[in-house]
């Protein structure tokens, strides 16, 4: 089982940026996914998820009304559109998949973990 993430970077305030997960090894297209971040010195948190068929999303409500994730069976490919960036979401972003159809807020409710990538929001 494999989650590669891509699509980090540097970028001002109120600018975007789209995270990309690519999975392998496992059945996609059964699994809920998920986004999490964790900045310097705290602990690792939710920003979002979706269901298996990508019918249901979910956010935090820090990110609420800015980010959105989608995905792609197709292309074992899950999003992270993030709109309005403020410098307080700058974290390294996780991409997770869990072996159940749907899935929470909580990391342990995830069975796989990918490596992360930085967003970094700043002037």
């Known amino acids: 089982v494999q989650l590669v993430e891509s699509g980090g970077g540097l970028v001002q305030p109120g600018g975007s940026l789209r995270l990309s997960c690519a999975a392998f090894g496992f059945t996609f297209s059964s699994s809920a996914m998920g986004w999490f971040r964790q900045a310097p010195g705290k602990e690792r948190e939710f920003v979002g998820g979706i269901s298996w068929s990508g019918g249901i999303t979910y956010y935090a409500d820090s990110v609420k009304g800015r980010f959105g994730i989608s995905r792609d069976n197709a292309k074992n490919m899950v999003y992270l559109q993030m709109d309005s960036l403020k410098p307080e979401d700058t974290a390294v972003y996780y991409c997770?998949?869990?072996?159940?159809?749907?899935?929470?807020?909580?990391?342990?409710?995830?069975?796989?973990w990918g490596q992360g990538t930085q967003v970094t929001v700043s002037s």
């Open positions: 997770a998949a869990a072996e159940s159809s749907r899935a929470g807020k909580n990391t342990y409710e995830y069975d796989y």
